[in-house]
């Protein structure tokens, strides 16, 4: 609307511009008008007749030397305004009506203010010679310009970024995770924007699960040689020594590679798939009893302590998953505590959190390797000597189900020795139940 009004004004403007006579024409026809006059004041009417012969060829036109005798009738009066302004055509300084056929009558007045010179507009004086080609550029070529400069800009504003977005694409599907679009639009916010964002996300994501199949299929392969060499070995050994023992050893590389082929699809399974679980709700004192009974029965030898509530309500949460990484980083502290040492456990709640604190008394870990004690088939080097029965998954297992229930795990050094797992899982004030006495020691 601001474009048709603008274009709407300027046409008026320039029309209006057009319709009047130019400076140098209107000085022509007031110097005929004086010429006109002296020849009438000096007397000489053959002169005066021979010059408007004359002007009236020369200009193909018409002109004359005319009086005007205004008589008022009926007792009226000619006012003096009347009189000053009265023309028997138009003042050169008017404005001239475009859309007339005929060229108008102009008046040039004597000084006498009733004899007037009289001449039909020159055509080669006539204003707006260039009318018919203003109103066409003004109202199509100007705003179909305006219009292409628009669509010019809309274009590079709506392309750039899908250009953009399409190279990232080109060079993702080439193999480079870690292209990212969204830093490369600047300030903007629209929907391309909110595309480019989306791709990121994608491209983060997707790439991280590529890296992550990649890492875990070739740390797979890896672990598997293991046992099926020593498979292979007692298959070429049965022969020469005691089959029962081949045997024995045969079925417990099976097991070894069964349960780390279970792990490694469980992990696949949390990583890929993210799934969503059904929530349920559960008492997490319950459980890490649950899980501690077991721990005992399985490592006599250890002192297993623990500082719980006697209720700790969870709601929304997997009893499966959680259970499953609590017992792996109960069992993993066990393993590193030596006989008689002493695992404790001690579940607390802070704000709208639970804080479980699973600590032993091993060896501790690398302040520079606590975050990658949680990828898969990692061992500190201590470990792969010491306890050769373990792949690197228990951990790694154990981050995955933590965070499926919305929970964060980290490792940390005791300032007394040994390693301390910390779990947080979010609750929900309103739908949980506060110890009902202190924490007690078990």
Known sequence: MLLFWAINHLASHTEQRMSFIADEHQRSLVAYGRKAESLYLSGDEVALADWLRELQTQEDTWAAVVQSQL???AGSRLSQQFLEGFRLGRHVEWKIHLYFTENPIMDVTFADGHTHF??????????????????????????????ILLSVVLYR??????????????????????????????NRRDELTGLAESFDHMAERTGSLIRSQRHLIADLSHELRTPLTRIDMALSLSNHSNQQEILDRIKRDSAQ??????DSLTLAWLENERPQLDPEDLDLTDLIDSILDDARFEFPHHQITACLPDHARLCGSSQRLLGQALENIVRNALHYTPPGGQVSVTLTRQDEE???????????????ELRSIFRPFYRVDRARHNEPRGYGLGLALALRQVEAVSGSLRAFNLAEGGLCMEIRLPCNSGNLEAPATEPQAV
Do not use: C, W
């Not at 199509?140 to 305006?146: G, I």
């Not at 504003?157 to 490369?184: C, I, K, W």
């Open 118 to 147: 009289l001449i039909r507009l020159p055509q080669r004086m006539r204003p707006g010679s260039m009318q018919p080609y203003i109103g066409p550029l003004l109202k199509v070529l100007l705003p179909l310009s305006l219009l």
């Open 157 to 186: 504003h709506v392309m750039g970024p899908l250009r953009r977005l399409e190279r990232a694409t080109r060079q993702f599907s080439e193999g480079l995770y870690d292209v990212r679009v969204a830093n490369d639009l600047g």
């Open 71 to 73: 008589t008022p009738i």
């Open 257 to 262: 590679m069964r349960a780390l082929v279970e």
């Open 354 to 368: 639970y804080r479980i604190q699973i600590s032993d008394q091993g060896p501790g870990v690398p302040e520079a």
